[in-house]
């Protein structure tokens, strides 16, 4: 097979930060995406409707796709403002509420400490049906890095699912086989996103020899076990996983430093590397069910109408190593294997 024709994808988990990134980051990724989940966690965390407009506009005023659509999110911290964002929900404004546990990761200091503290507002989101997306990791010193999803599942989410069962949960970049074999066995409500870079990458790749600090994310890479089991899970056709990239850009300066921050760019190939795992493992029948149409069913939304058609190369692509300007530069994620496929173009 060496053509491919698909629904548009969708990317359920990006990060668009502010100012000069978002001038290059919308445009790279409304060229590949129809819709995307826009991560609210700025330095100013995203909690109100007038946010959300500003941002949101911004990120339109960037698009380069007419059926480009953000879907914007509400940062949930434990004073969250829910008659806002019932307001907000109703009026078309935001799609759903992101949990971060307090510390978690980038710009989460201001997320859930106390998850009992947030019940009121789940409470609300389930009567509205309005998504959470969960960062699942315990921030807790005495738990190891490498365990802390495990920990979230059995100590925070099983409870939140006991008492809101009919709450749409997005366990969001899923690492583990733990969390696979817990959303395998999950009610509905409960599906996960799942990364390029987290299909591809496990912590060895991440430590051996020398570190590699544009390898590094949250949640961490986990053991090649992990890996092949979220590969399994993501090329299985199950509708209980889709993309999410976790696209999450920062300045080259903050990520080659002493404290390095966490986040993987990797917008740019996402398409193309995804489609080569799927071919890796023979399951280009699946690319489309992962990519395109397992998201809209969480969501209760339509398939894209666009299609986008993928073809295999005889020599491997080439990507550019940076996006940059004169004000930043970041570093593209580039897989440590040869990618064959390519977009060749879109049908409208
Ligand atoms: C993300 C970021 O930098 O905003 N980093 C990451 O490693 N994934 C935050 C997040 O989604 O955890
Ligand atoms: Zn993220």
Redesign the pocket.
């Known amino acids: 097979m060496s053509i491919l024709e698909i629904i548009k994808p969708d990317d359920w988990?990006v990060?668009f930060?502010e100012g000069d990134f978002i001038k290059s980051l919308v445009p790279e990724t409304s060229k590949l995406y129809n819709r995307v989940i826009v991560?609210p966690?700025l330095s100013n965390p995203i909690t109100s409707i007038a946010q959300i407009k500003k941002y949101k506009n911004e990120i339109l005023n960037n698009s380069v796709n007419k059926n480009f659509e953000p879907l914007m999110t509400f940062y949930l911290t434990e004073s969250l403002d829910v008659n806002e964002l019932i307001k907000a929900f109703k009026n078309n404004l935001v799609f759903a509420v992101k949990l971060?546990p307090s510390g978690?990761?980038?710009?989460?200091a201001k997320g859930v400490k106390n998850f009992k503290n947030i019940f009121p507002v789940l409470e609300k989101m389930s009567e509205k049906n309005i998504p959470l997306l969960i960062?699942g990791?315990v921030n807790d010193k005495k738990i190891d890095i490498f365990d802390r999803e495990k920990i979230f599942i059995e100590n925070e989410l099983i409870p939140i699912i006991e008492k809101f069962p009919f709450l749409k949960i997005t366990l969001?970049?899923i690492t583990t086989k733990f969390a696979v074999d817990f959303v395998e066995k999950s009610n509905s409500n409960i599906k996960a996103s799942i990364?390029p870079h987290h299909l591809i990458l496990n912590r060895t790749d991440l430590l051996e020899h020398k570190i590699k600090p544009h390898y590094?994310?949250?949640?961490i890479l986990k053991k090649e076990q992990d890996r092949k089991s979220l590969v399994a899970a993501a090329t299985s056709g199950s509708q209980n996983f889709f993309l999410g990239t976790?696209s999450?850009?920062?300045h080259i300066n903050d990520k080659e430093n002493e404290c390095g921050?966490?986040?993987?760019f990797n917008t740019i190939n996402s398409i193309q590397m995804i489609t080569q795992i799927f071919d890796n493992e023979n399951r280009l029948n699946n690319l489309e069910s992962f990519l395109s149409k397992n998201g809209p069913n969480h969501y209760s939304l339509p398939e894209n109408k666009d299609k986008i058609i993928l073809k295999k190369l005889s020599k491997p692509l080439k990507f550019n190593k940076y996006l940059e300007n004169n004000n930043y530069k970041i570093r593209i994620f580039n897989p440590p294997f040869p990618i064959y496929w390519d977009i060749k173009e879109e049908l409208i």
Request: net charge negative; proline share 7%.
């Open positions: 988990h990060h930060r991560m966690n971060y978690a990761t980038t710009n989460s960062h990791e969001e970049h990364t590094y994310c949250l949640p976790d999450a850009p920062h921050c966490a986040g993987v």
